[in-house]
Nanobody, 115 residues
Framework: QVQLVESGGGSVQPGGSLRLSCAAS????????MGWYRQAPGKQRDLVAA???????NYADSVKGRFAISRDNAKNTAYLQMNNLRPEDTAVYYC?????????WGQGTQVTVSS
């Protein structure tokens, strides 16, 4: 059974930092493109950042220069380092593992940025 378990969410003040982790089990995550998506209330789920098996990365324009995605294949885990957080980053963050023709999703972790 495939599981993606996110952790590291929480509440932080504007300008603060959080590091999200996504631990995969039941798959060899090293061959998957790992991505982080987020969904704010009443909005669609959007890509935040992704990293391929070859370590190519891409980011949403809104997080470039503030967020960094990485992976540790030995731990079957992906990370999202989030710095200089803003109130508009508030959302549920979801981990995704994608390998054609399918993908897997985690259950999500809440990130709240508020003063």
């Amino acid at each position: 059974q495939v599981q993606l378990v996110e952790s590291g969410g929480g509440s932080v003040q504007p300008g603060g930092s959080l590091r999200l982790s996504c631990a995969a089990s039941g798959i060899d995550a090293s061959v998957y493109t790992m991505g982080w998506y987020r969904q704010a209330p009443g909005k669609q789920r959007d890509l935040v950042a992704a990293i391929t098996s070859g370590l190519s990365t891409n980011y949403a324009d809104s997080v470039k220069g503030r967020f960094a995605i990485s992976r540790d294949n030995a731990k079957n885990t992906a990370y999202l380092q989030m710095n200089n957080l803003r109130p508009e980053d508030t959302a549920v963050y979801y981990c995704n593992a994608k390998l054609w023709p399918g993908s897997y999703w985690g259950q999500g972790t809440q990130v709240t940025v508020s003063s």
